[in-house]
């Protein structure tokens, strides 16, 4: 069973940076695509960025491209999610999520999930 732990949330000005982390239990060929999603109060969940365990291949949502940066450490079973110049609108939970389909954008194409962690932007 694959388990998923975020970390790295918290609160922070406007302009500022966060680091999230997701650290896997293990790897399968099940989760061959890494994704965070987040999840603002009355919002429905939205992909932000995305990673394949083997290329390194990444995709953006419009809205973070340029301020944030997803990586990973193979070695490590982790994947990063670097948040800089941070807005309020950026405030949300977020989720880590793994699954087969290179650059799936939808919930639904995950398999694994994990519990979340909170971001919370101040302006």
């Known amino acids: 069973q694959v388990q998923l732990v975020e970390s790295g949330g918290g609160l922070v000005q406007a302009g500022g940076s966060l680091r999230l982390f997701c650290a896997a239990s293990t790897r399968t060929s099940s989760m061959y695509y890494m994704g965070w999603f987040r999840q603002g109060p009355g919002k429905e969940r939205e992909f932000v960025a995305g990673?394949?365990?083997?290329?390194?291949?990444?995709h953006y949502v419009d809205s973070v491209k340029g301020r944030f940066t997803i990586s990973r450490d193979n070695a490590e079973n982790t994947v990063y999610l670097q948040m800089n110049i941070l807005k309020p609108e950026d405030t949300a939970v977020y989720l880590c999520?793994?699954?087969?389909?290179?650059?799936?954008?939808?919930?639904?194409?995950?398999?694994?999930w994990g519990q979340g962690t909170q971001v919370t932007v101040s302006s």
């Open positions: 999520a793994g699954g087969v389909i290179l650059g799936s954008r939808s919930a639904s194409g995950y398999q694994y």
């Open positions: 990673i394949d365990w083997i290329a390194g291949i990444t």
